[in-house]
């Protein structure tokens, strides 16, 4: 990280300019409500107070589809009495007549329309409902939608963002230069070159099992990933690998990935469809026949890398009775546990992800897995100075200690 | 002719397990069909001969006893029964339970459910498990059910300031003004204890925040196994008790018959559920014990050799 | 160019996307993508199950081992497809729910699928047993520690735990197992879990970039493959 | 051995049709096609059962569910596939008539024209087909991994990342501090207690940074920092372990439920 003279002015400019844009446009909130006039009474039955201070205003970052009202509840919709019963929500639309939108229970004091269109505008009212009458409200001004191009509101889920995927961008842009990153080695990593020469000596099958989770799945994608680089060692040995799957796109990719890999190592003759084959969407139908083949083919390295659920363990459990070699990696925690219980090497977590940069070599990939732990450490550091922050603010009531935590929360807030 | 079956299934597990635990001092693995068998054996015997242990109720389990134990006789209890049929399995018996257990006490019952689903459950287990039990009381007067109503966390912001706002009436539309039970009754805050039991969302956690906490209210939850766990940070604090899945109804129907002699003689799913549980827990435990015997009598024998 | 072309795709959708996030008018984008992958992956159903049937086919074919099996997977496909497709027996006609009570499409559901799916997934039981004798051994400092927490779970889920620990008294309560069982849930359990999910965003935010970047492009195949 | 297999088959056959004989007329008094009923119940037995017995080895039984299982449920899935997304989602967008034939409303849109993408691209990856066109097919391969690419990565920073970081910030003296004094007049070791709940706070924040710790790639674990990483590996350790012991409890109610099944709606022998 010394070569500081490597990073792209562009690089920095864009940050810098980015995070200024945020700061400067956060926007401000609150507005004075305007006094609301009475326009309608009614005097058939119990009178009660229309709600007041009606006012409308366009919802905040949206693509001007939603109007937020508030209002001030009737003096009479007090707990116990119950003479208001609810409230009703009229709207006319570009000037038409004004039609019911929304009926809402008592004591309410805030709607959202979340069905108005650009280009129109609109005139709302609200109606304290009794049994059998109405008290309308002031209407309000009359009001456009508007479209917003950015959401500010999520200016801190775009700086995390541009702070992580920067790091990871930045430290592939370094490697890319040809600086030399280290990387610490990953235990079940080593191991699967050895798992595929055991197959290649023992003169028997290699199964993989890509989860069985389609292709809109990060971890079938790293479970490919990581086929690509074992495929290639498969093909230079000219090992049978055997990959049955759950999902018809995950089908075509791993096809498509083997045959390079055969393609690579100049025996395209060597390849055939037959190495991937579908067998069905449905879980646990997948579980029988994978067992089945498990069974009779009796594979001597058995690679379970991907999305797994239930089936982890019957899998594992039937490829650890035929006393193949196991190497599985998934990131569903609940999963892990099984992984771990049954096979010779699990990849944990994230080590899943970096399995394939790790495999390749590649020095961007591995420049790419630097980028993360950047990201780790921004997380360390802001547990650490939240933990202390909440401690201190709790113990000693120091309020500044509670707001940095309060700062922090909206920082690290998903909304 | 249960007993003996009983008898006969125990000393088959049992005494295979001390057979096999044996077998392992000479460093012997076990086949792992043998385990198969006795998981069978294990959950298979006490579905055909029911067999029950002796549960003794963990604190969080007690404190909800005691609470409803503990309240005085006439007292209005609150049951909300959130949750749909495919959670009814593991949470239906605590609802009987506790249902029974407040009949027993002479407390007055308000059945309701945040759930659409739960209604029809509601009625279906007050008819089938729990008024059975008790012929001599009385709709109306010692329990109620006012059912279901839309809007999730919105009836509970309702209710605490006024049951009837949101329910005018009971299910059978009997106008809530001429129901005894709701004489005293106004909002949540009046009740003497609220039991929500569910696991998913609107349920026991909404009945704590939105509900307990704010109206000061006590609230004992029940909920299934895998969200116990996260229903224990408020513990003590915020909730009387949790029941947690077949576990939690189990620990509470021994302590009901405990205190209860004639509890013994009604249905306790809860109990009866937790024989295949214990047995096969028991088992896996044993054959991991049997595993360590194994792995250090025959790392023993490798040394000498 | 063959190879440009997709490398440009990957790079142009995945930007929109993640920016899509940020721009309320294209709010809608990322619901919308995922159902054009539910409609191109309906279209891969082709390629399935023309390989399904293709390899079964050629088994019976070429009498491999056990290809009488194979008439039974081609007949149970054929005949689930027919009914599926067709709603034979739907009480609704072809307005209804495909899975509508009494059609003949849920009635298979409920007589094969079900019991043999239920069955499949109850072998779980079987398999957490054999597990825990093979793999919860002494062997190192880790496998003890794996261990020593699964057994206490284990017995503070059962009768057991509270039976042997009850005489602890209650101002040392948190060594009575069950409530040890509870605290490990609470404690350790929430720990790792968290250690993990924060590592794994950041391998999937990594990827995700390699994979828009170019940087990964296994996936892609050979250059000159036609 | 031909001999033997065909007698199991025949005894097996036997077995079937005295159950489906007994358990239609079992049925008799409460449905109209207690044949059908009886037969449907015996089949779920009988497929139930031919699971099982794969725990034992693998057989014939086994076999014939597996393959009727992958045929089955393929073609259930693609059904559904057909059904909900083209029918309902596709359809409706794309074309009136079929929207009349398929008894479906339709949904108009001034943006439905984009729903030709994925059908161009669908028709794209069935190039695949053609031995010459397989290339072409990487185009909605690379349009899948885009979209995948893309949404993941806002969706789990924000629910992984950024959550789980706000999740951590716990206060080390527990939520209920009040002074020094206080603390140690009532210190014990009840499992509610606050030196009980202070620890599991320590444990969450100590925990989490040394699991963090374990995954780093880019330092050699020695020293400290080895140390560190070492807890990090205990605490995963633990926590898989105990998560383990948690779920054998879930797993077992399942094969309770099959063996319910077995003993109650087939065999009748419980109520």
Known sequence: ?415 | MDNIGVIISLILILGGLVTLLIRSLQAREVDRRIIFLFIFLAVAAPILFPMTFKEKATQVVKSVFDKIENLPEGSTVLLSFDFDPAMAPEVQPMANAISRHCFEKGHKIIFMSLWATGQALLSHSLSEFILPGFPEKENLVDYVSIGYKAGNEGVLNVIITDIQKMFPTDVNSVPLDSIPIFDNIESCKDLDFIMSIGGGKPGPKEWVLFVGDPGDVPVGVGVAAVVAPQMYPYYPGQIVGILGGVKGAAEYESELIRVHPRFAEMDTPGLRMMGPQTLAHVVIMAFIVIGNVVFFRGRRREKKE | MKRQIPLFITFFVGTLLIFSVFIPPMETLGENFTLFFDIIAVFAFFLGAGNLVRVHVSKLRKRKADWGFSIVTLIGFGFMLFVGLLKIGNPGGIAADVTAPGSWFQEMFNYVINPLQSTMYALLAFFVASASYRAFRAKNREATILLMAAFVILLGRTPLGMMLTAWIPDSLSIFQIPNMAVWIMNSFNLAGQRAILIGISLGVVAMSLRLILGVERTYLGGDDSG | MKKTTYLLMAVISALFVLSWILKAGSLSGETDNYVIQGFLITFSAFLTLSVLSFLYADNPLYKFAEHLFVGVSAAFWMCMGFWTTIVQNLIPRLSDGLSSFFEVPPQPGDYNFFFFIPVILGILLLMRLSPKGGWISRWPLAFIIGTTAGLNFVRYLRSDFIKQISNTFVPLLGTEWQGIGHFFSNLDLSASGQLVTMAANWVIFLGVFCGLIYFYFSKEHKGAFGAASKVGIWVLMLTFGASFGYTVMGRISLLVGRITFLFRDWLEIIS
């Open chain 1, 1 to 415: 990280m010394r070569s500081r003279s490597s990073i792209s002015p562009g690089w920095t400019l864009l940050l810098v300019t980015t995070l200024l844009v945020c700061i400067v446009a956060a926007p401000t909130f609150g507005q004075m409500p305007d006094d609301g006039v009475i326009t309608f009474e009614d005097t058939v039955q119990v009178m009660v107070a229309a709600p007041t201070s009606l006012i409308a205003t366009d919802h905040k970052y949206d693509d001007g589809e939603k109007i937020d009202l508030q209002w001030v509840p009737s003096i009479d919709d007090l707990p116990g009495i119950g003479t208001v019963v609810g409230y009703r929500i009229y709207r006319q639309d570009d000037g038409g007549v004004a039609e019911v939108i929304a009926n809402l229970p008592a004591k309410a004091n805030h709607y959202r329309d979340e069905n108005t269109e650009l280009g129109h505008t609109y005139i709302y009212s609200v109606a304290a409902l009794t049994d059998g009458a109405e008290f309308m409200s002031n209407l309000t001004e009359s009001i456009s939608p508007e479209r917003e191009w950015i959401d500010f509101s999520k200016r801190y889920l775009f700086l995390i963002a541009l702070l992580v995927g920067g790091a990871v961008i930045y430290f592939i842009e370094i490697a890319r230069r040809g600086k030399k990153l280290f990387v610490r080695k990953i235990a079940g990593l080593e191991a699967v070159d050895d798992a595929v020469g055991r197959a290649t000596e023992m003169g028997r099958p290699i199964l993989f099992i890509p989860g069985i989770q389609d292709m809109d799945d990060v971890q079938t994608l790293a479970g490919l990933t990581i086929l690509g680089r074992i495929s290639k060692t498969i093909a230079d040995y000219d090992t049978e690998i055997f990959m049955p799957v759950s999902r018809s796109l995950v089908m075509t990719a791993g096809r498509e990935i083997i045959k390079s890999s055969y393609q690579t190592a100049g025996r395209p003759e060597k390849y055939s469809d037959n190495m991937v084959t579908y067998i069905t969407d449905e879980q646990f139908g997948y579980v029988a026949a994978v067992d089945g083949i498990m069974v009779r083919e009796k594979p001597a390295t058995v690679f379970l890398l991907g999305a797994f659920f239930a089936e982890s363990l019957i899998l594992a459990e039937t490829g650890n009775y035929i006393g193949a070699i196991q190497i599985a990696g998934t990131a569903r925690p609940a999963q892990l546990p099984f992984f771990i219980a049954a096979c010779d090497f699990t990849l944990i977590g994230e080590e899943l992800f970096a399995a394939s940069a790790y495999l390749s070599e590649d020095p961007k990939a591995l420049g790419s897995l630097k980028g993360q732990d950047v990201g780790k450490a921004v997380a360390m550091v802001i547990i650490v100075v939240g933990v202390l922050a909440a401690t201190m603010g709790q113990a000693w009531d120091i309020s500044s200690m509670n707001s940095l935590v309060d700062i922090l929360k909206t920082i690290f807030s998903t909304s």
